[in-house]
């Protein structure tokens, strides 16, 4: 339970006592954003295969099975991509954007990173139990360590309840995270283009001084020069960002604070050990 306000923490705690197959539940002490979840649960589970699910039921727990058979088969990670996404226009066209960026600048292949219904083999969940990034996005860091990966479609529906907590700047910070923190490619296109932009304005500087010389003063071009100006005084802001955004992430790590806190843990004590009769 990620810092939820409504009903959640007593739902778990209801099923956790309802059901002896439920081994633990985390309670985190406020809200650390949904990966910082997934990864506290990596790191409390010895499972053989870890199944990770939204619960707002968009994507229905019948199809866990076919996650099972598939990492059963061999494969090591298993994605999944919705069928008939049940999201607003813009949520499935900006994801359309990241995933395009993303293929291009990343060794990632994630054809749709907002799913979260995902299985992953031990091995994966090793790997990323040893990682130690503040900011991440497990099912890209899981894939980067996976032997055999594979995806599968899946049924969406609408959500069966509640709303969903990511905000439009919540969304754009989790996107940047995806790209900057797999890559460095954006910062060295960025600088091949800035390259390109200083031999274009050399280029033009020429330009002007020649026809300086041949005919004399011209002020008809001063609006196009301005806009010029602009363009580029735009461009150097973006490429600031860009460069801001990975050191950033430098003193998110840098700081050594924790990645998330469990405010309480609800577990089952470890059955006493049978005493033998002599």
Not at 172 to 188: A, E, I, K, R
Not at 267 to 278: D, F, K, L, V
Request: glycine content about 8%.
């Amino acid at each position: 339970n990620d810092g939820s306000r409504d009903r959640s923490a007593g739902l778990l705690r209801a099923q956790f006592e309802a059901r002896p197959d439920v081994p633990r539940v985390l309670l985190f002490a406020g809200n650390f954003g949904q990966h910082r979840a997934i990864l506290a649960g990596f790191a409390c589970t010895q499972a053989r295969y870890v199944i990770t699910l939204d619960a707002d039921l968009q994507n229905p727990p019948e199809e866990i099975g076919r996650i099972l058979e598939l990492l059963d088969a061999g494969h090591d990670y298993v994605g999944t991509i919705r069928r008939q996404r049940q999201d607003a226009a813009w949520r499935r066209y900006a994801s359309r954007l990241i995933n395009y960026i993303r293929e291009r600048t990343t060794r990632v292949r994630i054809t749709d990173q907002g799913c979260m219904f995902r299985g992953y083999a031990r091995a994966v969940v090793d790997a990323v139990n040893q990682c130690s990034e503040y900011n991440t996005f497990v099912p890209a860091l899981a894939y980067t360590f996976a032997m055999r990966p594979t995806e599968i479609l899946v049924a969406h529906a609408d959500r069966g309840g509640g709303q969903s907590k990511y905000s439009m700047l919540r969304l754009m910070q989790l996107n940047f995270d995806l790209m900057t923190g797999f890559s460095t490619v954006p910062v060295q296109l960025f600088s091949a283009f800035g390259i390109f932009v200083s031999l274009l304005s050399g280029l033009l500087f020429v330009i002007l001084m020649v026809r300086r010389l041949f005919f004399g003063s011209e002020a008809e071009g001063v609006f196009t020069l301005f806009a010029l100006a602009f363009m580029f005084i735009g461009t150097a802001l973006f490429g600031i960002g860009l460069v801001g955004e990975y050191v950033g992430r430098i003193y998110d790590e840098v700081r050594h604070r924790p990645r998330y806190i469990i405010g309480a843990v609800l577990e089952r004590p470890p059955a006493p050990a049978r005493s033998e009769e002599p």
